[in-house]
């Protein structure tokens, strides 16, 4: 179904809510009950579908990359995944967050690594959240990953530009996944996966 036929859709279902239930009133609908209701864009932010899009492009390309075939070769080294740090001017840290348990899944179901869990490791994740917020000190890495016995750190970023005339306010967001050698501190691997989303009057 066309984006246009569901703004239709989606405008006769207000209009008819509207005339049953008096003064304006919408009514509550789930993603299933309306055809292409998850997919459609409700704003320039970020949401679920953006997030995974982005996340898969750069699971994809790290399977294939150097360092998933250095992996593939090693005897299923042990990977943390730690937040992607937000670069951007909204409120999606909890969503970023989120993403941890994706990637996790991912990689156990590659099955080429061991993934340790930060999920019962409260201080440390406290500790990794500060220096997010104090500005993101890579070295840092190295210790965090003695601490839980990790070989790897999966981690990132999430950046966005955003574009405005007189007709069209475009913003777009790109988001780095790396993969850091605990005991080098070296990338092995960086990949930017990217979502364009617009208001067009």
């Known amino acids: 179904m066309s984006a246009f ?101 991912n990689l156990i179901n590659w099955g080429v690594v061991r993934v340790i869990s930060l999920e019962n490791q409260a201080g440390l994740m406290e500790e990794i959240r500060r220096q997010y917020a104090g500005g993101f000190d890579q070295s840092q890495v190295a210790t965090w990953g003695k601490q839980i016995g990790a070989r790897y750190i999966i981690t990132g970023k999430v950046f966005t530009t955003d574009e405005r005339s007189e007709d069209v306010r475009r913003v777009q967001y790109y988001m780095f996944m790396q993969a850091i050698a605990v005991e080098s501190g070296e990338v092995l691997f960086q990949n930017k996966s990217a979502v364009t989303k617009a208001l067009i009057k």
């Open 5 to 105: 036929r569901i703004r239709c859709l989606l405008g006769i279902m207000l209009a008819f809510s509207a005339a049953f239930f008096g003064c304006g009133g919408a009514e509550a609908v789930r993603g299933d009950d309306v055809e292409g209701l998850d997919h459609q864009a409700m704003s320039t932010g970020l949401d679920r579908r953006d997030l995974q899009k982005m996340l898969d492009e750069n699971l994809r390309a790290l399977q294939s990359s150097t360092a998933g075939k250095r992996w593939t070769a090693e005897d299923r080294p042990a990977v943390a995944v730690i937040p992607m740090r937000n670069e951007t001017s909204e409120h999606i840290d909890s969503a970023l967050e989120a993403l941890i348990s994706d990637v996790e899944t």
